[in-house]
Nanobody, 125 residues
Framework: QVQLVESGGGLVQAGGSLRLSCSAS????????TGWFRQAPGKEREFVAG????????YYADSVKGRFTTSRDNAKNTVYLQMNSLKPDDTAVYYC??????????????????WGQGTQVTVSS
């Protein structure tokens, strides 16, 4: 069982930056691929970024490529999402998720077994 806790959300002006953190309870967290998703009101949950358990491969949605960066520190059981050049369209609840499928990063939410509670990110214009 893996428990995930996100932090770092908040209110920021357009063009600003935030860094989200996702801390995991399991010592085996370094064996899980992780993904970041977001969900805006009235919209479906969408993939944002992912990183493989070996931290070599990352994958990003086109909408955030070049602005967001995901990384992980397996020694701290923590995954990060650095968000730069934020836009009002980035406003959503952001979730981290973990998958024990250690192949390529997948973008489908149902492929992830564990989820955090989410953290709100609001970008004002």
């Amino acid at each position: 069982q893996v428990q995930l806790v996100e932090s770092g959300g908040g209110l920021v002006q357009a063009g600003g930056s935030l860094r989200l953190s996702c801390s995991a309870s399991a010592r085996t967290f370094n064996m899980y691929n992780t993904g970041w998703f977001r969900q805006a009101p009235g919209k479906e949950r969408e993939f944002v970024a992912g990183i493989r358990w070996i931290a070599i491969n990352t994958y990003y949605a086109d909408s955030v490529k070049g602005r967001f960066t995901t990384s992980r520190d397996n020694a701290k059981n923590t995954v990060y999402l650095q968000m730069n050049s934020l836009k009002p369209d980035d406003t959503a609840v952001y979730y981290c998720a973990a998958s024990n499928k250690r192949g390529p990063i997948v973008v489908v939410p149902t492929e992830y077994e564990y989820w955090g509670q989410g953290t709100q990110v609001t970008v004002s214009s």
